[in-house]
């Protein structure tokens, strides 16, 4: 028997008095009790309720376990439900029979301790999802930019006779796409005579973001690859457009991962700053929250454990955009006729062409590149590659052919390195006497002519004159440019340019420019230059500019010397304007030797509607100039007037509530007028900005239920965000019962059956949309009611004050 202070165990574990139990015989009290066994079979079968803990890591699984001795049988469902990937035709399994798997039982916490191999762990993409794409909205409607401009001397002392211009684009938008035609209306001597109308480009355009695709017709600029020029055709384009979709990285980023073996954090370091970190569990795992990173680096991966132990791995890397990512596809296909005598003529087309490309990323290290175009009796097809070669850099090569009137040749072989303090670009292309592409082809006048049918030549169709032009012969170009960081001593950088003609002059160009941060934000610009013409001589030319900030803006002021050894002084003040809007000008004179100075000042000033500009310049006989600019959009059912809207723009509407902040990317660009309107003109197409609305300034009775959104506008298009604000009548009273003691806080008060409310401290109570008569029923202790009945007048932007109500 076991006394524990006055009290004894009995047999049926209960405690009884000790006094109680003083004269029962001792055999009485354990005659039924079996013997004690002499030893504990730890081999025994045991039947277990166990926490599942798995590296560490509890996902509050508790499984019924068997024991059997140092073997653990479990239900491979509790198994998944606790974290692991385990793959059995069993529903049951002893643990022992998984390779890499040990347990461990913990029998004071009950737990059985699983420590596995990565293999068993699930793998986790650390980041995934901080890239969402969100469709880019857009509303009917049509804008108006213009471009006014107008010069002539001034002060009578001669200079240019009077000119002037009107530049526009007008531009409908809407779900079927963008529609826009530019032109410019140019006169001399007045615009009652002389005037003429030129057009420039009218297109329609319409994108699809799920295929990034985009679709064109009219007058386009054909997309082309970087070793291939781009021509103006009248036509039709299809293409990928991966610009509608800021959402998606198309090159290779390199992909940082591990595996951890107990729950851990994990850094990563690029460069020296910290870019990405997170919890992670047991197991492998990957990171996908790199920023749009290129050029050469070193990461460190960091993982710490639980226990504070830390495992760094250092990973150099290379990253070039001019890379696909495997399994990209990007291209394009057009099809029209050659746009000839661009801004000299409005409708001049000639010869029908057409070009395609098309790029593939094989690997992540290797993107194929192909090109064809055709004419009417000239083709061609071309190949090239990009590469990586580890972390060196990258390659580049291509080889075309044109085929039919012109056959030769065009090859093309490139490297490209960038790193944070050092870059170098090489470049090499030449091609063949007869070679032609389309680029050549709409650029050599003299060299080509399009006879459609009896012209020179005699024949049907598109013949070609013979005549040695200035694109007809063979042609090298090579060019090498290099930076270098110097750190507190500037940035150097250097390039060379040869370019070698058959039937021109051959032009070789080196150049060296550097950079040097002084005090603040001043720097001192120097850049030196030769040219090696053949038979001419060498010639040097040079600048040297130092630039300090005064006041808003900056004055800089150097020397020059040009190729034929003419000194030049030169000086200037800037000040920009101001991004919310206000004035900006910049004054400039230079004096070259044996000359007079020339003199440029000129004044700006932009407000929300209108940007207007005028300046002087000349050398003693002065020429000036005037100029103003602007939008005009017609949208949501107004006309607003605004500065050029060079793509997307977006209207914020506040339901009618004028003089409300507006922030677009967190910056403050203005408030809403009298309608409760305000444009921004300068929103960024397909990027999905924030748009806020500053509810701090609101008055008591105006109320928003969402001041926030971001909005993603599609290219050349408009969208109204619309802010729900709404303009609500609000009182306070003080509630008290019959006895004039203030209701307890906490009381339910409901206002015109609709509006619940509470009661606070001292019988406070604050009333929302308060009508001109109204009834207030509150819900008392134990089930009791009142109803209060008041009236209430227009409270305008205040709360109404109600005084006392009483609540019998």
Known sequence: MTALAGLILAPDCTAAPLASLAAVPADAVFSDLPPPPDSVDFDADQRLELALIVNGMDNGVTASVLKQG???????????????????????????????????????????????????????????????????MRDMGGLLNYDAYATGGVGGGGGIPFQASLWHEARLFGPAGVFSTTGALRTRSGFSAGGAYMRYDTYWRWSDERSMTTVEAGDVITRSLSWAPAVRLGGAQVSRDFSVRPDVITYPLPEFGGSATLPSTVDLVVNGQRIAGSRVNPGPFALDTLP????????????TDVHGRSVVTSVPFYVSSTLLRPGFTDYSAAAGAFRRNYGLRSFDYGALAATAYLRHGLTSALTLELRGETTQDLHLLGAGAVARIGNLGVVSASYSRSFGTGTGGELS????????????????????????????????????????????????????????????????????????????????????FDLRQENARNARLANLSWTLPLWGQSRLYATLSRTFAGGVGNRWSGALTLTVPLGSGNVSGGVTRDDRGRTGLRADYTRPIPSEGGFGWNASAYSDSGEKPYLRGDLAWRTQPIQLRAGVYGRGDMTGWFGASGALVFMDGGLFAANRVTDAFALVSTNGEAGIPVRYENQVIGRTDRNGQLLVPTASAWYPAHYDIDTLSLPPSVQADRVSQRVAVAAGSGYVVRFPVERVAAARAVIVDAAGQPLPAGTVAVLNDSGKTYVGWDGMLYLERVAATNTLDIVLSEGRHCRVRFAAGDPGDGILDLGTLTCP
């Open 70 to 136: 140092a073997r653990f049988q479990v239900k491979v469902a509790d198994l998944l439900r606790a974290g692991m990937i385990v793959q059995s035709a069993d529903d049951l399994l002893f643990l022992d029979s998984l390779d890499g798997v040990a347990a461990d039982y913990d029998a004071g916490r009950q737990q059985l301790l699983l420590t596995v191999l990565p293999r068993y762990l699930p793998a986790q993409t650390i980041g995934q999802g901080d890239r969402v794409f969100r469709p880019a």
């Open 292 to 303: 749009p990173i290129t050029g050469s680096g070193q990461a460190n991966l960091i993982v």
């Open 413 to 496: 072989v490139g490297y490209e390195f960038q790193a944070r303090t050092f870059s170098i670009g090489l470049r090499h292309t030449r091609h063949d006497r007869d070679y032609f592409d389309l680029g050549r082809l709409e650029r050599d006048e003299r060299g080509w002519e399009y006879d459609q049918g009896g012209g020179q030549g005699g024949g049907q169709g598109v013949g070609v004159r013979d005549e040695p032009g200035r694109e007809r012969g063979w042609e090298r170009q090579t060019a090498a440019t290099a930076s270098l960081a110097l750190g507190s001593t500037g940035t150097l950088g250097v390039g060379y």
